[in-house]
DNA sequence: CATGAATGAGTATTCATTCAT
DNA sequence: CATGAATGAATACTCATTCAT
């Protein structure tokens, strides 16, 4: 992973609608491929440009992946905090996350599985810190509630909540791979079938 | 180092101890990178040996790839297949499933790892056909003891089995992301939380 | 250095000068060496570029290779044609098709030293199937002059046309190897001393 | 081209079967792909050995295609020295060194091949100052022959002998490219074509 | 804003050769 | 004599990036 040029650095700020269209393609084409494998040329040529275009929008292609990655989890944080404090009770809350996360999925799956192939690695690259800060800060959003739960009694006592959470996280996270917008499942009926699942269980008492 | 079961030891390519231990090196560097991010030359290097000197055991960095995958799929299937031949009834049969996943993550965490990260994109590459059949198949053992325990009632029948089989596929394998041997965790204890969240639920009635 | 004639100028590569000179710097090196042992650092070299900046021009080597071939047989087989069109009697005809192969020595000999070289394996490597189709309708218009002599009275009827002719082609082609433009010789003493060969033969009677 | 280790030159001396054997495929290949193509792995697995076991029977690549040019010229060299002090005069001379070419031809394709593709490239480099020294030679005693002819009266006056010797040479041994013993041809047809040619010519008078 | 030519460092792969066994 | 593992230098090719136009 290259450094970035901080000579160029000033760039990033000015959005505007080339650069989402960019930065969209760029999403798409890392999710599937993933970072290394997607070309700056891969990427130019889907927008319509030659690759050394690219760099009028963009400082480098790995600025183009702090501000996806970074724009995603800004986005995902703001919503979890929205619905950490409007929850009513720790089942609505956890619920509401779910919600949340499919309908992420669902408005954009670009993102969700880019952060999902490339986070783990890139949270141990230098400029890629935040990753690990605001992934932090998700975990406390969905352990506070999960806890709350537990100790409003509406929640099993025994699960280590930590590990409650990534079990939820990963298979939630995880359906982007498979669930198609448009498809056989909605994301409301996604929702309803992990929530029944998640709380009442897989077996009959 | 994870030693190639013999039932997959009658391979074209014969097996040597020194190709193992390439092997076991290219799992894990790629599990950790990513197979575009990981060099010919990070993998000889930590072999001790030169980047040029692996062809001599491997056509190609992507015929590692491939015997890694296939040896890992191989191997699953193998024991998913014993596990679902013996099985005394559906509970019991998800549940040695599901501690197979885990003894899996536990005993080859980075050909898990690359599996997860890479399988995805693969299985739609030439010479990667085999992905798709074998994981085709390991979905129908799944499905078929989900299917069965509804039948039983024993599993709530509201559910789509294939859906409830990828919430609990990517729960389980996305651990090899967090879970580490030797560590606060155990497979058993691992095992143990996860059967009863998934059983049981989250919620107290 | 050889520019393209205009009839073949339609091909799908836009041939551009710059395009032109590096095709004329390989074409003299691969003459020279042989297409294995000229590597495109050398022909870059000569460029005065970087090797990888060839790969802005051109696909590959051995589309270099091709587009050299290519274009030289079209040119060929396009003076060719019009001989063949306009030749008032088989000797003429004959005597225009030699004199027009020593002129293609004296415009082109990298093209031509190359194609001697190299044509013979090459027509049997995917992607050079032309090479085998442009020199069978060449062989062509030469056997027709020949056999139309032959029928005129004008040339000898014991001969097997097809083997004269590759006397014939071999004899004056190979004379690239040693023919040096500016030198003891010219095209016309050339033409002129094998045309006398050819038709009055070495012996005195 | 690298140099020959000094180191191991003795080996060359001794002479055996399996010597021979490897010889006439390095041969074989060599005239078909090219020097720089054919690999001396190649070379072994058509051998039956491994690449590396060349190097018991031979110092280097380059030392093996010293050894088969070296082994050709003298051999034809011998041929033509026989020919040449035998000759009852210039006519038969000239009709016997053609003979012996064709039979050449016959006898050893794959080092005539070899020799046409390669020797213009290696008589310039080190370590195969034999092959102009032999060619001069053989130059030599093709143009006494011809200019004795132009003395004698039996050959035509007005050509440049060094020039119909390279017409006669190139012709002929060009053959080998064409000429397939066991086909349409034989040794005996082609000369007699080929003396028919040159002799009389292709025109009628 | 975009092009097109170029860079320079890197990538996978090849190959002649060596050498301990 | 032959193997098999390794070397080291070279090979074709890729790719992020720069920059004059």
Redesign the interface.
């Known amino acids: 992973m290259t450094r970035m040029s901080t000579a160029t650095k000033t760039k990033v700020e000015q959005s505007s609608e080339r650069r989402d269209e960019i930065l969209a393609i760029a999403a798409r084409l890392i999710s ?6 997607t070309t700056v040329r891969d990427i130019a040529e889907e927008a319509g440009i030659l690759s050394g275009s690219l760099y009028h929008h963009f400082a480098s292609k790995e600025a183009m992946l702090q501000e996806i990655l970074h724009g995603f989890m800004d986005r995902l944080l703001t919503r979890y905090d929205e619905i950490a404090a409007n929850a009513t009770d720790p ?1 609505a809350g ?1 619920d509401a996350l779910i919600e949340c996360a499919f309908e992420t999925i669902d408005r954009e799956p670009a993102a969700v599985g880019l952060y999902q ?2 986070a ?2 890139l949270s141990t690259q230098p400029g890629f810190e935040f990753l690990l800060a605001e992934s932090t800060r998700i975990e406390k959003i969905w352990i506070a509630q999960l806890r709350a ?1 537990q100790e409003a ?4 006592a ?3 909540p930590a ?2 959470y ?3 996280r ?2 939630v996270w ?2 982007v ?2 669930y198609r917008p448009g498809g056989r ?1 909605t994301v409301a009926s ?1 929702t309803e ?2 929530l ?9 008492r």
């Open positions: 599937r491929r993933g970072y290394s494998a089942r956890i192939n490339e783990a690695f739960g009694g509406v929640f099993r025994e699960g280590d590990v409650t990534r079990f939820i990963d298979a995880a359906t791979q498979w499942h996604m079938q992990f029944k699942l998640l709380h009442d269980g897989l077996s009959t």
